[in-house]
């Protein structure tokens, strides 16, 4: 089985760093891309695009999402038959997007912005 981890605002792959190994150590493939958030523009439908990619097609992926990436996950299944056919997405403390939004109200990112001087 292949777990896609997905990392939440403000984090990066390496939010995931304690549980791959232990996931590996049960035999399973772990993918944790980082997610491109030095690209404003990038909404979660970028993000899922860079989670498709990093499951190179692998057809028993689960997908965790945390924080931010909750809004990134449910799009993965519906991109992907082999995903779909699989468990639920599994959402870990996650965000999810309005009704209707496939992008995250401002300002909300997944990068760390410096913050204005008062």
């Given at each position: ?44 439908a970028e993000y899922a695009g860079v989670v498709i990619e990093a499951l190179d097609g692998s057809d028993d992926a689960i ?56």
């Amino acid at each position: 089985m292949t777990f896609a981890l997905v990392h939440g605002a403000w984090h990066g792959a390496w939010a995931w760093d304690a549980l791959i190994p232990e996931l590996e150590a049960r035999g399973h493939r772990v993918v944790a891309p980082d997610l491109p958030c030095e690209d404003v523009d990038a909404g979660t439908a970028e993000y899922a695009g860079v989670v498709i990619e990093a499951l190179d097609g692998s057809d028993d992926a689960i997908v965790v999402g945390h924080s931010l990436g909750g809004m990134t996950i449910p799009l993965v299944p519906a991109r992907r038959r082999s995903v779909r056919d699989s468990p639920t997405p599994r959402f870990a403390t996650s965000s999810s997007a309005p009704t209707g939004q496939t992008r995250p109200p401002p300002p909300t990112t997944c990068s760390i912005q410096p913050r204005a001087q008062p």
